[in-house]
Protein backbone atom coordinates (compact mmCIF):
# COMPACT_ATOMS: atom_id res chain seq x y z
CA UNK A 1 0.00 0.00 0.00
CA UNK A 2 1.53 3.65 -1.19
CA UNK A 3 0.67 6.29 1.35
CA UNK A 4 0.90 9.82 -0.65
CA UNK A 5 1.86 12.65 1.46
CA UNK A 6 2.03 16.41 0.41
CA UNK A 7 5.89 16.53 1.82
CA UNK A 8 8.78 16.53 -0.59
CA UNK A 9 11.97 14.28 0.28
CA UNK A 10 14.89 16.42 0.35
CA UNK A 11 16.42 14.55 -2.40
CA UNK A 12 13.50 16.11 -4.58
CA UNK A 13 13.74 19.46 -3.43
CA UNK A 14 15.97 20.84 -6.92
CA UNK A 15 13.19 23.84 -7.29
CA UNK A 16 13.51 25.58 -3.80
CA UNK A 17 10.09 24.00 -2.69
CA UNK A 18 11.73 24.62 0.93
CA UNK A 19 12.06 27.92 0.62
CA UNK A 20 9.42 30.20 1.47
CA UNK A 21 9.00 33.39 -0.21
CA UNK A 22 6.97 36.59 0.31
CA UNK A 23 5.65 39.14 -2.34
CA UNK A 24 4.17 42.21 -1.94
CA UNK A 25 2.64 43.92 -5.09
CA UNK A 26 0.84 47.17 -5.86
CA UNK A 27 -1.60 47.71 -8.55
CA UNK A 28 -4.28 50.01 -10.29
CA UNK A 29 -7.08 48.57 -10.68
CA UNK A 30 -8.32 49.66 -14.52
CA UNK A 31 -10.72 46.59 -15.63
CA UNK A 32 -12.40 45.08 -12.57
CA UNK A 33 -15.60 47.16 -11.72
CA UNK A 34 -16.09 47.22 -7.79
CA UNK A 35 -19.40 44.64 -8.08
CA UNK A 36 -19.61 41.45 -9.29
CA UNK A 37 -16.14 40.91 -11.36
CA UNK A 38 -14.31 41.64 -8.70
CA UNK A 39 -16.53 39.53 -6.74
CA UNK A 40 -15.59 36.88 -9.48
CA UNK A 41 -11.98 38.05 -9.53
CA UNK A 42 -11.58 37.72 -5.28
CA UNK A 43 -12.88 33.83 -5.33
CA UNK A 44 -10.70 32.64 -8.02
CA UNK A 45 -7.75 33.55 -6.48
CA UNK A 46 -8.95 32.67 -3.37
CA UNK A 47 -9.68 29.35 -4.38
CA UNK A 48 -6.26 29.03 -6.88
CA UNK A 49 -4.45 30.14 -3.46
CA UNK A 50 -5.79 27.83 -1.46
CA UNK A 51 -4.93 24.77 -4.08
CA UNK A 52 -1.40 25.89 -4.42
CA UNK A 53 -0.78 26.39 -0.40
CA UNK A 54 0.01 30.23 -0.63
CA UNK A 55 -1.32 32.76 2.04
CA UNK A 56 -2.09 36.20 0.89
CA UNK A 57 -3.05 39.42 2.32
CA UNK A 58 -5.21 41.61 0.04
CA UNK A 59 -6.19 45.46 0.72
CA UNK A 60 -8.35 47.09 -1.63
CA UNK A 61 -8.83 50.95 -1.47
CA UNK A 62 -9.48 53.38 -4.00
CA UNK A 63 -8.95 51.49 -6.97
CA UNK A 64 -5.59 50.65 -5.88
CA UNK A 65 -4.66 46.76 -5.00
CA UNK A 66 -1.51 46.33 -2.16
CA UNK A 67 -1.49 42.29 -1.85
CA UNK A 68 1.57 40.52 0.24
CA UNK A 69 1.26 36.27 -1.03
CA UNK A 70 3.46 33.76 0.60
CA UNK A 71 4.22 30.31 -0.27
CA UNK A 72 7.38 28.28 -1.90
CA UNK A 73 9.14 29.17 -4.23
CA UNK A 74 7.92 27.35 -7.63
CA UNK A 75 4.10 28.38 -6.34
CA UNK A 76 5.14 32.54 -5.87
CA UNK A 77 7.17 32.37 -9.08
CA UNK A 78 3.90 30.27 -10.96
CA UNK A 79 1.37 32.58 -8.94
CA UNK A 80 3.12 35.50 -10.50
CA UNK A 81 3.52 34.58 -14.17
CA UNK A 82 -0.24 33.84 -13.97
CA UNK A 83 -1.07 37.39 -12.68
CA UNK A 84 0.82 38.81 -15.00
CA UNK A 85 -0.55 36.92 -17.74
CA UNK A 86 -3.93 36.70 -16.89
CA UNK A 87 -4.69 40.32 -15.47
CA UNK A 88 -2.33 42.62 -17.36
CA UNK A 89 -4.43 45.05 -17.09
CA UNK A 90 -4.14 45.67 -12.81
CA UNK A 91 -0.33 46.48 -14.00
CA UNK A 92 0.85 44.86 -11.33
CA UNK A 93 4.34 46.53 -10.29
CA UNK A 94 6.25 44.28 -7.06
CA UNK A 95 7.42 46.23 -4.00
CA UNK A 96 9.58 43.24 -2.28
CA UNK A 97 10.21 39.94 -2.24
CA UNK A 98 12.20 38.27 0.23
CA UNK A 99 12.64 34.74 1.82
CA UNK A 100 11.03 33.93 4.93
CA UNK A 101 11.06 31.60 7.55
CA UNK A 102 7.15 31.44 8.20
CA UNK A 103 3.93 32.91 6.95
CA UNK A 104 2.97 35.97 8.43
CA UNK A 105 -0.84 35.26 6.71
CA UNK A 106 -3.19 32.14 6.94
CA UNK A 107 -5.50 32.01 4.42
CA UNK A 108 -6.87 34.49 1.95
CA UNK A 109 -7.38 37.48 3.92
CA UNK A 110 -9.22 40.50 2.07
CA UNK A 111 -9.94 44.08 3.49
CA UNK A 112 -11.84 46.68 1.59
CA UNK A 113 -10.92 49.83 2.99
CA UNK A 114 -13.42 52.91 2.54
CA UNK A 115 -14.09 56.02 3.68
CA UNK A 116 -14.90 55.48 7.19
CA UNK A 117 -12.53 57.48 10.17
CA UNK A 118 -10.85 53.92 10.89
CA UNK A 119 -10.18 52.90 7.38
CA UNK A 120 -8.84 56.20 6.68
CA UNK A 121 -6.60 56.14 9.61
CA UNK A 122 -4.90 52.87 8.17
CA UNK A 123 -4.53 54.54 4.84
CA UNK A 124 -3.16 57.73 5.66
CA UNK A 125 -2.11 57.81 8.92
CA UNK A 126 2.10 57.39 8.43
CA UNK A 127 1.74 55.40 5.39
CA UNK A 128 0.87 57.87 2.46
CA UNK A 129 3.69 60.15 1.09
CA UNK A 130 0.06 62.66 0.92
CA UNK A 131 -3.42 63.75 1.68
CA UNK A 132 -4.67 61.21 -0.45
CA UNK A 133 -4.06 57.19 -0.87
CA UNK A 134 -1.60 56.39 -3.16
CA UNK A 135 0.58 53.09 -2.72
CA UNK A 136 2.40 54.36 -5.64
CA UNK A 137 3.91 56.55 -3.32
CA UNK A 138 5.06 55.02 -0.65
CA UNK A 139 8.18 53.06 0.06
CA UNK A 140 8.57 49.23 0.58
CA UNK A 141 9.06 49.69 4.29
CA UNK A 142 5.85 52.16 4.14
CA UNK A 143 3.85 49.10 2.58
CA UNK A 144 5.06 46.54 4.59
CA UNK A 145 4.13 48.33 7.55
CA UNK A 146 0.64 49.26 6.10
CA UNK A 147 -0.23 45.43 5.68
CA UNK A 148 0.73 44.61 9.15
CA UNK A 149 -1.38 47.64 10.47
CA UNK A 150 -4.33 46.76 8.63
CA UNK A 151 -4.45 42.53 9.39
CA UNK A 152 -2.70 42.92 12.87
CA UNK A 153 -6.47 42.31 14.84
CA UNK A 154 -7.59 39.09 12.07
CA UNK A 155 -8.54 36.18 13.71
CA UNK A 156 -6.32 34.10 11.17
CA UNK A 157 -2.83 36.41 11.23
CA UNK A 158 -0.31 34.60 13.19
CA UNK A 159 1.32 36.55 15.89
Same mark, same amino acid.
Given at each position: ??????????????? +??????????????????? +???????????????????????????????????? +???????????????????????????????????? +?????????????????????????????????????????????????????
Amino acid at each position: MTIATSHTPESKKIN +GEHILINMIYIAKNVDLDS +GIELTRALEYWRRYFEENNIASALVISEGYFVQSFQ +GTRPAINIALEKILDEHSTIFPNIVNIEEIESRQWN +GFLVKHLTSSAEDEEYALKSFSAGSDYNPYLMTSAQIKSFLTAVFENADSNKS
